[in-house]
């Protein structure tokens, strides 16, 4: 079985900064598998973030602002969000493409409001 958990969210005020950590634990090795942050604004289609596969790619309306990391040693993924925007307020899921499997983490929120 294959657990994904978010964590870090919250409030901050436009400007700031937070960092997302997604724990994976079970049979998923993360350094093998695909892993991915999609997020989910009210009213909003669920739409990909960051994904880091043998490279990284990001929706174009985060570039240059957050960046997707990986500790392989922890299986722990990290979202690194920085000059936040209240558009970017959402729900942020963790994504894991592993063994021709998908899963996904419960969501963690965020809200950029000053």
């Known amino acids: 079985q294959v657990q994904l958990v978010e964590s870090g969210g919250g409030l901050v005020q436009p400007g700031g900064s937070l960092r997302l950590s997604c724990a994976a634990s079970?049979?998923?090795?993360?350094?093998?598998?695909?892993m991915g942050w999609y997020r989910q604004a009210p009213g909003k289609q669920r739409e990909l973030v960051a994904v880091?596969?043998?490279?990284?790619n990001y929706a174009d309306s985060v570039k240059g602002r957050f960046t997707i990391s990986r500790d392989n040693a922890k299986n722990t993924v990290y979202l690194h969000m920085n000059s936040l925007k209240p558009d970017d307020t959402a729900v942020y899921y963790c994504?894991?493409?592993?063994?021709?499997?998908?899963?996904w983490g419960q969501g963690t929120q965020v809200t950029v409001s000053s």
């Open positions: 079970g049979s998923i090795v993360i350094r093998r598998s695909v």
């Open positions: 994504n894991a493409q592993w063994v021709a499997e998908e899963y």
């Open positions: 880091s596969a043998g490279s990284t």
